[in-house]
């Protein structure tokens, strides 16, 4: 029942070749300059999480009050802009669950599963309910492309069987659980400023893009009123024709539980430059617990990363990272940093947060490649810092160039991915803000 046609799955730009262990990989046919679209996908099937259900219209995603969203009549149980939304929701699948979604998500069988696995007896029960339309030749080439894209993706390594489902159907139950078994290791996280706020299915773009911690390029999501939300692929620096681009699945911070996430959940061995310098690295040490060598360790880092031409993370030469930095790569290191960070600024210690927020841009530069959101994300909240350190305790002209360079980098950063997500209150707009908040100072 399924097909896997690479002529399916090329364009002018990119196209699928043969990779080593991981089938195939996604190549450059053209140079792809920073900021370029490299590809557009839209939703197949998705799901709010529980937190977003009546804030957000179940179809487009357009955020809203529950007062304004317009709740479904047969169900009551989803939400939407208006009719329109709700006649596309309806039409790419809603029909074949709104009659039985109530008594499904009420019964025992739906309620004893986890929180995480709810989401994915949601999201199958909207991708049969979205495939079944085929039986009644409603999919169009687009569509039916997508679907059996899909079914030839290549299956987790973990067997967990598929949950209940809520539509009814006529696939035999191996289909389903196979399809299931390709949830863990192609489904995306849809994110809008960055923060997750869906589960989706984008078939091509899961096909395409095989996994790196360094990658050249980032997903990120459109929302657009009355259209189902779309997924694009950004490059996040030049890529030269010949390149495999990838996309990284996970955040590249776990630096130490990744390589376990990708055993067990994706299946393979990561063999980017990042994962080569942590695995040279051995067995990593903790950081100093106290504060006095903490501190010291954070200045080492910062000196580091302050005449380091290139990361050996992008390089993937362990030779050039400096092995009493080791500790640096514990994951207690980011999160105890991040912990002083916010607790100083909540307790208005500006320059104790500045000092956090100097070491945290360090790390950053030094595990993610140049242009990644996370870096533009941490250099805003430095610039908020920086403006509350102003306003509310010193006024000094360094901390003044400090706010404006952090809002210039940042907003650099943010030019090469651009806006994602919802249109109000995204880092751009807070960016602007202070912006012009500084002309008044
Ligand atoms: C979303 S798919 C990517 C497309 C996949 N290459 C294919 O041919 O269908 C994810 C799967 O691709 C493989 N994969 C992704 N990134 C990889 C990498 N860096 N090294 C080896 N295999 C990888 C793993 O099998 C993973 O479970």
Redesign the pocket.
């Known amino acids: 029942m399924s097909s896997d046609s690479f002529d399916d799955l090329q364009t002018n730009n990119i196209s699928l070749v043969p ?1 080593v ?5 996604c190549i450059a046919k053209i140079a792809f300059s920073a900021g370029s679209t490299i590809l557009s996908n839209s939703s197949f099937a998705d799901v709010l999480l529980p937190s977003e259900k009546s804030h957000r219209c179940d179809y487009c995603h357009h955020l809203s009050g529950s007062d304004s969203l317009k709740r479904c009549t047969g169900c009551a149980s989803f939400y939407y802009c208006d009719p329109t939304c709700q006649s596309m929701h309806w039409k790419s699948g809603h029909r074949k669950i709104c009659g039985l979604y109530n008594s499904y998500t009420s019964a025992s069988s739906f309620q004893a599963l986890e929180e995480h696995k709810k989401m994915d007896a949601l999201l199958l029960s909207s991708l049969i309910a979205h495939a079944t339309l085929v039986d009644a030749n409603e999919r169009n080439s687009d569509e039916n492309t997508a679907f059996l894209t899909f079914q030839a ?2 299956p ?1 390594p973990m067997a967990a069987s598929a949950p209940p489902i809520c539509p009814k159907h006529s696939f035999p139950a191996e289909v389903i659980q196979e399809l299931y078994s390709r949830f863990e ?2 489904n995306f996280s849809i994110h809008s400023h960055f923060k997750t706020y869906a589960h989706g299915i984008f078939p091509i773009a ?7 911690c360094m990658p050249n390029a980032a997903v990120k999501f459109i929302l657009q009123v009355h259209k189902p939300v779309k997924l694009e692929v950004v490059a996040l620096r030049a890529i030269s024709k010949g390149d495999e681009i ?1 996309i990284p ?1 996970i955040d590249p911070a776990l630096l130490q539980t990744r390589t376990t996430i990708f055993d067990l959940t ?7 430059p990042s994962c080569n310098v942590v695995r040279a690295m051995g067995m990593i040490p903790e950081p100093p617990k106290g504060q006095v060598e903490f501190q010291a360790v954070c200045k080492r880092l910062r000196e580091f990363v302050g005449v380091m031409r290139l990361s050996p993370f992008s390089t993937g030469d362990d030779s050039l990272f400096p092995r009493d930095l080791a500790c640096v790569l514990h994951e207690s290191f980011i999160s105890t940093l991040s912990e002083h960070f916010s607790a100083a600024s909540h307790d208005g210690q500006y320059d104790v947060a500045m000092e956090s927020s100097k070491s945290l841009s360090a790390f950053y530069q030094l595990i993610y490649p140049p242009n990644y959101p996370q870096i533009g994300l941490h250099i805003l909240e430095k610039a908020k810092t920086c403006w509350n350190h102003l306003v509310r305790s010193t006024h000094t002209m360094s901390i003044v160039t400090e706010l404006e360079r952090s809002l210039v980098t940042a907003r650099e950063v943010f030019a090469v991915i651009g806006l994602e997500g919802d249109p109000d209150n995204g880092p751009v707009a807070e960016i602007s803000t202070l912006s012009d908040a500084k002309k008044s100072l």
């Open positions: 990779h262990v991981g089938r195939s990989k993706l290549l987790g290791n192609n899961s096909r395409l893009f095989n996994h790196s990838c699945y994706y299946g393979f061995t990561c063999c980017c």
